[in-house]
């Protein structure tokens, strides 16, 4: 099957800095990736579909200048917690479809974010 | 709009029983539906998924799912589990939009397998 790689799968940082999350197709190529949240407990959230060569689609409630999605190439996505606050502090997961509307999505292994 | 409705957060089985996990969704159309299994800390795996076609789902790890259109149900089985089958499990529906193919999940249930 196809792979979805993320790094890094841990990171702590101080309150008020930014932390990069990158997303990899390994051996497909993307055009759209999912970038969900996940709380302690809970289920996931979807936080913002990522397009490549175009701005990213936001879900409702999601703040787009806190979370910055970058899909610069078929193979990469990125998402920036910009001034990361403690609330921030959760675990992060991409995925990626192979086609349009074949459903199946493949997950990468989630960055589990701590913010001091 | 779409939604999944897990509605057993935790369940405990005897390892060697059998499993019925429970899900429904509400969606407009035919649903595309997944059933996903997460280990603490990992992402997700697919177990199975239900596009079209016969209505019993045959998925990795000897797990099946049956999806019932009038009950807008598909529940995840498995007729003996194992103590590796604990984990938590995530009933998703795929919500279409134009080039754009993302899920929507519910609340997940969490398995615990008593030896």
């Known amino acids: 099957g196809a792979v979805v790689s993320q790094h890094p799968s841990r990171v702590i940082c101080k309150s008020g800095t930014s932390v990069k999350i990158e997303c990899r197709s390994l051996?497909?190529?993307?055009?759209?990736m999912f970038w969900y949240r996940q709380f302690p407990k809970k289920s996931l959230m979807l936080m913002a579909t990522?397009?490549?060569?175009?701005?990213?689609?936001?879900e409702q409630g999601v703040e787009k200048d806190k979370f910055l999605i970058n899909h610069a190439s078929l193979t990469l996505s990125t998402l920036t917690v910009t001034s990361a606050h403690p609330e921030d502090s959760s675990f992060y997961i991409c995925?990626?479809?192979?086609?349009?509307?074949?459903?199946?999505?493949?997950f990468g292994e989630g960055s589990r974010l701590t913010v001091l | 709009a779409q939604s999944v409705t897990q509605p057993d957060i935790h369940i405990t089985v005897s390892e060697g029983a059998s499993l019925e996990l429970r899900c429904n969704y509400s969606y407009g159309a035919t649903p595309y539906l997944f059933w996903y299994v997460q280990s603490p800390g990992q992402g997700l795996q697919l177990l199975l998924k239900y596009f079209s076609g016969d209505t019993l789902v045959q998925g990795i790890k000897g797990f099946e799912a049956e999806f019932k259109r009038s009950q807008s149900s598909f529940n995840l089985r498995k007729p003996s589990v194992h103590w590796s089958d604990a984990a938590e499990y995530f009933c998703?529906?795929?919500?279409?939009?134009?080039?754009?193919?993302?899920?929507?999940f519910g609340t997940g249930t969490l398995l615990a397998v008593q030896p």
């Open positions: 990522s397009n490549e060569g175009s701005k990213a689609t936001y």
């Open positions: 998703a529906v795929g919500a279409y939009g134009g080039a754009t193919n993302k899920l929507i």
């Open positions: 995925s990626a479809g192979l086609a349009a509307n074949t459903g199946e999505l493949f």
């Open positions: 051996d497909f190529q993307a055009t759209t």
